[in-house]
């Protein structure tokens, strides 16, 4: 009788999520070339070659569709593109467009996006822009040409860029960092909350708004764990160490928020107080929880504004949930909501849209990992179901929280006064 009911309460649960639908499928991945001869110059000098374009990041602001192209390897025009967030004239491929535009995303050039993995747009605009400034981690010639860095564009204003901070190399070694996923705190002036997957020193990056500064948290949940190491997707084997990187924060709401995490060679999951992180308490070890094991690898993560955590389980392809407010345990909470052996390969990364729709980026990673895309068969989705709430950002009836200003740096506000004397003057003169 116990296994019947808790058979029927697996189905409840299961059925409370409508069944995962393809909106976007591609090939390839291709942009907006300014030109037909850009095109061919790109595509003739190695500049574009179509098998080592993936998507990854995914998110999502009125109507516009924000989509990250890492540049794992050469040959990828543009890091971070930007389409519609439905499909236009029945294309389901729509190749992108350059985002803000394409003087940002020149190579070599550090004021320039040179690797974009992930970024977060919070509930004003404005878009947090991971950018590891390392150049083709899996190419044979690593390139490590710009320092690792953070730059918040304000997506009402086409883009324009507010702020950028470049990390210390005792925070993110420059060279060797890889700026994961982030997640932002509205609280205590505004912070973020970054994975650094980087092997040599892995760890969660916090970064303050407010002053303008960071810091690492390091633990050894955070590292690779052997046993994990090795799996296999649709007959592909992965054996690529990966530690700390799908990171999800509880909900805006939540009395003591706790920044859940596991790297992707690991099959546990780990949670840890805001308030340890923002504290840079040096010793954590009394402050990380180890809530329950996984049956699989996860890649990214995210929770609702109702504290549901949303998870990728890659050697099942399938997304599985936890009800944080529902169930204490991750252990016995945990439940698979989709699975999908052709279409759900490698769930990567996860986003809300304005109307309560819930998306997921699959990529077939494998092939990317193993050089063994086939560009005449889809290879990147993006698939979506509807679960009638926001993300963590935002209280449960989809208002949000009071946000921060971004504080105008002391030279800013020397030039801001000059502007302001100058107009004074010339408004005397013309009188």
Known sequence: MKTLAFLLILITVTRCHDPFQVIFQWNTIDVMWPTEEEQQFAITHGDYIPANNFIAGIKFWKGKMYL????????????????????????????????????????????????????????????????????SPLSVEVKTTCPPRLVILDLEKNGEVLRTYEFPTDVARHGTAHLNDIVLDHEDGGMAYITDSGREDPGIIVYSLRNNTSWKIRHDSMKIKPEAVKFMISKSHINMPIPVDGIALSPANSKERQVYYSPLSSFHLYSMSTWVLKNNIENVDGYVKEL?????????????????????????????????????????????????????????????????????VTNSLQNVLNNKVNISIPNYRVVRTRIGVKNYQYLENGTAPEQPEIPTSAANKINLAMVTGLTILLAFVIQ
């Not at 491929?93 to 919070?122: H, N, R, T």
């Not at 949930?321 to 016995?332: G, V």
């Not at 945990?334 to 304005?354: C, G, K, L, N, Y």
């Open 68 to 135: 990250t192209v890492p540049r794992w390897k050469e040959g990828v025009p543009v890091t971070l593109g930007v389409t519609s967030a439905t499909p236009m004239n029945q294309i389901t491929a729509p190749k992108l467009e350059a985002f803000p535009s394409w003087e940002m995303q020149k190579v070599g050039d550090c004021s320039a996006f040179q690797m974009v993995q992930s970024m977060e747009i919070d509930p004003i605009g404005r878009m947090w822009i991971l950018d590891s400034g390392r150049m």
């Open 292 to 360: 329950g094991r996984k049956n699989s690898q996860t890649d990214g993560m995210v929770m609702s504004a109702k504290g549901i955590l949303y998870f990728g389980l890659l050697a099942d392809d399938a997304v599985a949930m936890w009800d944080t407010k529902m169930s204490t345990s991750f252990t016995t909470g945990q439940r698979v909501i989709s699975r999908d052996h052709e279409r759900m390969q490698w769930p990567d990364t996860f986003a809300f849209d304005e109307d309560g729709n819930f998306y997921c």
